[in-house]
């Protein structure tokens, strides 16, 4: 496309103002592509597979709520269901996990039975009373009670009450219990009814125990961004140390849990009804304390090996807590875009469910069943639909990082903090779609390019686990990982490349060759904030996680009696981990914008009259401090000047 063309030698960055648009083709193609997403929409609304899926359809071709045509080879096609309104299953219960259904025979019924129905004779007087046949259509419902295949095309007696599912008219059985054996084919470590019981059981004793944790891993990632604000220069040290005291005193309290547990059990001073599940309470805080143990240990020695590069890392920590001031907006970008991928995913899965209800309707010659397949290049456009979910996805993960990067490089190269837009967040989005959705584009497709090659290949392995031989299961490991750490370069590459952009304006291409410049020319300091850095917000992570799992153990010993341990506090440490990530993750992100835009204002200026430097005085302090060690040389620029971007706030 022409964008990887080198810039002249002598190249002057652009102030915010100058701008103009980056990879226009690459926006036509997106654009494109997004039209085709919207025509793969189109074609199941327009053939009438979308409303097949809401109204639902019978095993023999028939949509509820409508009159249909018949389907030739189904003498039960063809029937008038415009009062038949719900779909009914004979047997709920009977999934199918490898071919995501439910594997029975389907039927349009006027009602869902809302009392069990405990014989044929129940089945007889229901279908008399309200107009459902709740046996096969061949069978009148004077013949249920004396019919010969009525236990095959009649519901498996007792039939369990029900009632329709909102939008999508299926009857459901009210109680879910019959779903436990597709909960254990998820659950492969569980070995008797019993035990996947008791766990249910433990979350739901539990549920508000779970939620109050939740809020409070909220609550604690809020206050984590706080005091990355107003302390960031005492963070590192304050971090360090509450984490080794965290992790010794959660561990030494695992262990104490383990021994008041164990011993209580021993001298079975229990209730007999809480014995099966001080046993498995005994095995998860011994299997807790001895993991816990483990990673103090490896902890500690990290901490111990990286405690002296920490001086360029406190100093970005205290200007990144400065941006969170004037861009308190900042914190809230995790969920702006959490939302934007939430409504896309639904809208994604929307389709593909449209999708597996297209085409056309042809006969199962070994089930009887009407099933829809679609043909020739229609086939395609599942596939099609997949890269769109990849593209898209990574296209609005991309946007959130040029908004942040934007916003950032506003601030740092505004000398005059007074004269910052109202609204930096604002105004940097409103810059990206207006100059840049081009050079997003092509970031995201170049990360999508990647990772789908590595998903097809870890489908492979997965399929053919047990099947192929060691070497063709370690190539196939080897391929994999090599096309992981691929993408996590690329999406580094990426993250600065967008800075780069957001600072001159330039294409794709040439951003991230010379952001890639830039980070090789500081190849050792990128190395101290890569591990400095992520190691600190790392701390954070685990500091969150450690006080809510830390307070869910306090909780959950005063349930011991009824309430099993291990999911429920599995449940509560992922989403506090979530939690801290989402929050964190945009600090990392200003952090790595403020570090290249450190790295370029020392390229291009050394403190002179006119070739003063944007930073803060914080970076100024270490600038200064790393002269005087005899770390420090500034470089000459190569005689390119980098105007100012005091005027940024003139943007809308």
């Known amino acids: ?50 409303s097949r899926l809401i109204s639902g359809y019978d095993s023999y071709g028939n949509t509820c709520s409508r009159n249909n045509s018949k389907v030739e080879g189904v003498p039960l096609s063809g029937r008038d269901m415009t009062e038949n309104k719900f779909v009914f299953f004979l047997e709920p219960c009977n999934l199918d996990l490898i071919n995501r259904k439910v594997k029975s025979i389907a039927l349009c019924v006027s009602k869902c039975p809302s009392t069990e129905l405990k014989t044929y004779d129940d089945l007889k007087k229901f279908a008399l009373n309200n107009g459902s046949q709740l046996c096969s259509y061949d069978i009148t419902p004077t013949r249920y009670t004396g019919h010969s295949e009525r236990f095959t095309k009649c519901p498996k007696l007792p039939v369990s009450p029900s009632k329709a599912v909102p939008l999508f008219h299926r009857c459901i059985p009210v109680d879910i219990g019959c779903y436990a054996e597709f909960a254990q084919a998820f659950i492969t470590f569980v070995g008797d ?18 939620m109050g944790l939740c809020i409070l891993a909220l609550v604690l990632s809020l206050i984590m961004m706080v005091v990355i604000r107003y302390i960031s220069k005492v963070l590192v040290w304050i971090l360090t140390i509450l984490v080794i005291i965290g992790s010794i005193g959660g561990t030494g309290v695992l262990w104490w849990l ?79 875009t959490f939302i934007c991928l939430m409504l896309f995913w639904v809208y994604w899965i929307a389709v593909l469910l449209f999708l597996g209800t297209a085409g056309t309707p042809v006969k199962n010659n070994s089930t009887g069943v009407v099933e829809y397949h679609m043909e020739g290049p229609l086939q395609y456009l599942v596939w099609y639909h997949v890269v769109g979910l990849i593209w898209i996805s990574e296209f609005i993960l991309a946007f959130q990082q040029m908004t942040i990067a934007g916003a950032v490089v506003t601030y740092y190269f505004t000398r005059n903090k007074s004269q910052m837009p109202a609204t930096p967040i604002l105004s940097s989005m409103a810059r990206t779609i207006r100059y840049h959705l081009g050079t997003l584009a092509k970031g995201s497709f170049i990360i999508t390019l990647v990772k789908i090659p590595r998903l097809i290949l870890t489908y492979i392995h997965s399929q053919l686990k047990g099947k192929e031989n060691a070497c063709a299961r370690c190539m196939l490991k080897a391929c994999v990982c090599c096309l992981w750490c691929l993408e996590k370069c690329l999406a580094y590459l990426n993250q600065n490349a967008y800075t780069a952009t ?34 600190v917000l790392f701390l954070g992570k685990v500091l969150i996680v450690s006080c809510t799992a830390f307070a869910g153990v306090l909780a959950l010993n005063y349930q011991r009696d009824y309430t099993v341990w291990v999911l429920p506090l599995l449940i509560v440490c992922l989403f506090a981990f979530l939690v801290a990530h989402c929050f964190l993750s945009v600090f990392e992100n200003v952090v790595d914008v403020l570090f290249l835009c450190f790295a370029v204002d020392t390229k291009y200026n050394d403190g002179s009259p006119g070739r003063e430097y944007y930073m803060d005085k914080a970076l100024m302090e270490f600038v200064e401090n790393s002269k005087k060690m005899g770390r420090y040389k500034p470089d000459d620029g190569d005689g390119r000047e980098m105007k100012s971007m005091a005027r940024a706030g003139t943007l809308a």
């Open 1 to 50: 496309m022409g964008c990887c063309n080198s810039t002249e030698s002598k190249r002057e960055w652009k102030p915010l103002e100058e701008r103009s648009c980056t990879d226009i083709p690459w926006l036509i193609i997106f654009t494109l592509f997004c039209i085709g997403m919207a025509c793969i929409c189109g074609y199941p609304i327009a053939t009438g597979a979308a």
């Open 258 to 336: 383990y021994a008041d547990h164990r011993h209580a059990f021993e001298n079975n001073t229990l209730s007999a009804l809480g014995r099966e599940v001080a046993s498995d309470n005994v095995k998860a805080l011994l299997v807790y304390a001895i993991g816990a143990t483990i990673f103090t240990v490896v902890l500690l020695l990290v901490m111990f090996f990286m405690r002296k590069r920490v001086a360029l890392t406190i100093s970005l920590f205290h200007v990144a807590g400065k941006v969170f001031i004037h861009l308190p907006l900042l914190a809230l970008q995790p969920f702006w």
């Open 193 to 210: 009814n019993t035990v996947l019981r008791r766990v249910i059981a433990g979350v739901m004793a539990s549920k508000e125990i779970i």
């Open 502 to 535: 957001a600072i001159n304006s330039t294409n794709f291409c040439t951003s991230a060759r010379e952001a890639f410049l830039i980070l090789v020319e500081n190849a050792l300091r990128v190395a101290a904030i890569n591990t400095v850095g992520d190691f």
